[in-house]
């Protein structure tokens, strides 16, 4: 039995809350808001994208992503510069999202598990990445942030062309 | 393949400063790289740590070839071909492990760790010769493996150079690589990131020492690196990517007293150019300060200042291996086809230097060498436009003659140049051109 299995299931208000803000996030990625995507991680937010499944941590294995929202914000303001080349022409993705599940972790977080699908164009190129994603996500007033977004890619340890867009 | 002719020679398609376009686009070219420098010059396959045990093993590519490294019970390492000498069947298909008998899962034909051939089912229905097994019937051997403190490098020619005079003065660089260790020894860890581009491989070993595209190609996170100063201050991960993005700003001015140098066998380097903060060559910070005292322990004052004083970037072994010594990283450039190349990149553990140093050198590759890096994902841009552009049949000639006239030439044939130089892409090119044309052998 996974360790989310004994968590506590959230409510279903909670439940549709938690869905609606993965498909916000996968919107202001679709749309290339990627500054309001940043805003989403907590201060001490972090996006991870290991290279292997059964990784533990993002110290002592390599990582294609593993930053903290500071690193995160100039990678926002880079998707925003005429001279990031790999981004130009500019790549249009759709974040298909589902398999939702919500839980309880304590302290007032939430652990979510969900599927995301990338679709991306590019230069007369169409890639996919196929994504088992965990936030944690904690509750700030009227809103949540993302303390921890993981997002395993199914070809994790495959050689990948140049990654722009976040999953 | 052997004794392939390229039409017109291949020698026609070098002259001194201008390279032509069918050295990148060229099906043919590539076939005969393969053969007469990746079937022949020393290739590196692999590190000792990753094999410290009778029977581990990893499995590398050789030009084309998939070949075992394998530690022998003797402690020596073999280098074989892991195709089965009964139907061709590939013997190992994980890419590392532990065996004490190589087995083919075809119809079980099995090998010792030396590759002879040590079992075969219903023996008795083959040919004699094989039932009398020994070597003749075995796995394929490499020729020559070799390891040069630690790093192991592999030939598929049976004479010709050894690997020490292949490394000539770049040697340099991978004793500098162990020397940093307190323990004198490196262990790989972390595991590896790969990056790919639809690209000839040349254009990624051109480009390591390429000081006039920093300015231009990473003008967009030097930017975004020059509105946030304040992370500067961090002494940790967050720190050291800032400053690497910083890095990639200096004025053509800057990066000419950086320098660039090259080998007469081929090999190339640049001097080092992060100055500042938690990724300058001396940092004042109390994890580097206990680091140094380890290494002083070891070595005393004046061989310290010696091995942390050597600041070198990109040192790029000839054909396709790159070296930064102060990072304590690796990245082999594995070409895949005239038009497509993987980049994978393993980072090290100075033994017995504190825990601390090993996340800041694998966090360096994470910040230069993965597919999303903010640095290298528009390196694999240009290299993309550049294998497109040379489709293009419209212009036959590329250039290479910057800073020609301003190269230094040692007696040794070391030749140094101001940084902005095309020098080492030369230099690259006089050794690609001695394998191309030499008859193999």
Known sequence: ???????????????????????????????????????????????????????????????????????????AQRLGHPQMHVQNPPSRTHHHVTGIVARHSGDGEYEVRSLVLVAEWRNAEQRFFSCSCRHVLRRAGADLQIVLKRVDLLNCDAPHRAIAVPF | MSGTKYPGGIESLIRANSIHRAVYVDPRVFALEQ??????????????????????????????????????????????????????????????????????????????????????????????????????HGLARVPRVESYRGFIFASQSSSGTGLKSFLGDMSIALD???????????????????????????????NATDLVHPGFVHASSVAVARRAPQLAEDGGVTGQALQMLLANGLRLAEWNAVGVHSLPEGHAFMGGFYRD????????????????????????????????????????????????????????????????????AFCFELDGAPAEMFELSLRFLNTAASPASMVASDDLEI??????????????????????????????????????????????FEAWKRYMVEAAG
């Open chain 2, 35 to 136: 053969e007469r420098i990746f079937g022949r010059a020393w290739i590196y396959v692999g590190h000792e740590s990753e094999i410290r045990n009778p029977g581990d093993y990893v499995l590398a590519q050789l030009g084309r070839d998939e070949v075992i490294l394998v530690r022998q019970e003797d402690g020596g390492i073999v280098g074989l071909h892991n195709r089965c000498a009964h139907r061709g069947a590939r013997v190992l298909p994980e890419s590392r492990g532990n065996r004490r008998r190589l087995v083919c899962d075809y119809h079980a034909w099995s090998y010792r760790l030396d590759g002879a051939l040590d079992g075969v089912p219903l023996a008795e229905g083959y040919a004699r010769e094989i039932n009398d097994a020994g070597e003749k």
């Open chain 2, 383 to 428: 290299f993309e436009r550049c294998q497109s552009g040379l489709e293009d049949s419209a212009l036959e000639w590329i250039d290479v003659s910057r800073g020609a006239v301003e190269e230094h030439v040692d007696a040794d044939g070391a030749r140094h140049a101001p940084g902005t130089s095309e020098l080492p892409i030369r230099a690259q």
């Open chain 2, 277 to 344: 903060g938690v990724i300058a060559a001396e940092r004042p910070d109390p994890v580097f300060r206990r680091y140094r005292d380890a290494l002083v322990a070891r070595h005393g004052e004046a061989k310290t200042d010696a091995i942390l004083a050597v600041d070198r970037f990109n040192n790029l072994i000839w054909p396709n291996l790159s070296v930064n010594s102060r990072f304590q990283t690796l990245r082999v450039v594995q070409p895949v086809a005239v038009d497509r190349t993987v980049v994978s």
């Open chain 1, 1 to 75: 039995m996974s360790r989310d299995a004994t968590l506590d299931p959230v409510g279903l208000e909670t439940a549709q809350e938690i869905e609606l803000f993965l498909f916000e996030e996968a919107r202001l990625l679709d749309e290339r808001h990627f500054d309001h995507w940043v805003d989403l991680f907590a201060a001490d937010g972090y996006y991870w994208v290991p290279t292997n499944p059964a990784q533990d941590s993002p110290e002592l294995t390599l990582s294609i992503f593993a930053e903290g929202k500071a690193l995160l914000r100039l990678r």
């Open chain 2, 176 to 206: 500098n690589f162990v020397d940093r260790a307190p323990a004198a020894s490196v262990t790989q860890r972390g595991g590896r990131l790969r990056m790919e581009y639809r690209g000839n491989w040349k254009l990624f070993m051109e």
